[in-house]
């Protein structure tokens, strides 16, 4: 016997449509898990970006902190190494003002 018989060929039509089907819906599954995979990869990819530009000002920061300290550490220094003598250039001026005062008078 050759040919199978109408039933048999239905049979075998209605099998290989449920495995159409089943293929199908996996490779909509697939489709939207690859879909949902690109939007966490293009997610990760800002996030990586956003963490190295945030690294490369924390690395900015860093490397300007010795100068910034270095800057203040001057000015301290300079500020009390002047401070007796712009009190002493004061107490000239004040000097300075009460003869002129008293010549004045």
Request: glycine share 2%; hydrophobic share 45%; charged share 30%.
């Amino acid at each position: 016997r050759l040919l199978a018989s109408p039933s048999d060929i239905e049979a075998q039509v209605e099998s290989l449509q449920g495995e159409v089907r089943t293929r199908d819906l996996r490779i909509q599954r697939l489709s939207v898990s690859e879909a949902r995979l690109r939007t966490e990869v293009d997610e990760l990819r800002r996030r990586a970006l956003g963490m190295a530009q945030d690294l490369t000002k924390m690395e900015a920061s860093f490397y300007s902190m010795p100068t910034e300290a270095a800057v203040a550490e001057e000015t301290e220094r300079l500020t009390a190494a002047f401070i007796p003598v712009i009190r002493g250039l004061t107490e000239e001026l004040e000097e300075a003002k009460a003869a002129l005062l008293r010549l004045s008078v």
